[in-house]
């Protein structure tokens, strides 16, 4: 290299720092509901994911790969090089994804070989079986810096008991101990955790790589991992956006453990405007869901749903008082079905509640039974 599929209205997923990713229902009853937009065009029908393809453009074919959770598919991309195919994303470490990428390789590439891959970022949907496909083709692994150490530093097991830094974390939340210990077990028994690979090339924002006759320039987005890497055809106005843009749910922007004081709403936010000077008709293909154009319809709809749930927290702390975290999760996401939903929701609702401090509008105070506490900074 020189939820469902489609979610109901008012449904939307997040994805765990594992990369799970999850429909958690309608926002709290105070939120409007986030709407898939009818601006949107889905120009190519999707392949099912059972090792077909669809051509997107020469040369770009797309595949899905099933998963076994409430959004049931990842896409990937197979790019045509000079000396063969560049893969895109990988899906999870399963039996029946390396079937089908068997099946692909087999069927579909004309009998060139792959030559190398590519992942948008560290979740396991997206890089699951970068160690597996690195070692069955002999392929080198392109990733940004931050991604592949991140991707190593949550491949450990979830220490039992928790270290005392994440017991503090979590005690601040306000979140009750054993709804704390739910979460920490579906963790802990969490099937999907692939062998990561030995080695990486970086990717830098800005870099250009050229695959076959087009040049595609990685355009790095923060908020949903720390260093999530598009690639972006300027010549033909195609984006390969991973989970920076999809087209009918909104990707989860957390806080964890891991950086507890972070803003990655802020970085989200940043990240959208790196994408907005993009082609107005650019093709978006993205890790879930549709191919799809309306670049910026997309991304003002996914600015006016953080917003909304801005509203939301605004309401019940000027209704009801200062909340902890877990309150105001409670508020936000009423429906939670289990303890990977509690995980995400609690890590979206944190973030929500840091970008309005950090904004000036709310203060934080540590009560005296060790949870946060937050409330409305009075206007002048």
Known sequence: MAEHDNPSPGEYAVRSPEGMELGLGRPGTRAPRLRPSAALDYPIEAPLPDGSVVQVAPGILWARMPMPMALDHINVYLLR???????????????????????????????????????????????????????????????????????????????????????????????????????????RLDPYMPPHPQAFVRLRGGDELAIGARRWRVVIGEGHSPEHACLYCADERILIAGDQLLPRISSNVLVTSIEPEANPLQLWFDSLARLEPLAPDTLILPSHQGVFRGLHVRTRELREHHEQQFGVLRARIAGQGPCTAFEAMLQLFPRLRNAVDDMLALGETIAHLSWLRQAGELKRVLDEDGAYRFSLVPTQ
Do not use: K, S
């Open 81 to 187: 090089d000079d000396r063969g195919w560049t893969l895109v994303d990988t899906g999870l470490n399963t039996a029946r994804c390396r079937e089908l990428w068997e099946r692909i390789v087999a069927e579909h590439l004309g009998g060139l070989p792959v030559t190398a891959l590519i992942c948008t970022h560290m979740h396991y949907d997206h890089a699951g079986l970068a160690h597996w496909l690195c070692e069955r083709f002999d392929i080198p692994l392109y990733m940004t810096h931050g991604e592949y150490f991140m991707m190593r530093a949550l491949n450990e097991p979830l220490p039992d008991p928790l270290p005392p830094g994440q017991q503090a974390f979590y005690a601040r939340t306000g979140m009750p101990h054993e709804r704390v210990q739910r979460m920490m077990t579906a963790m």
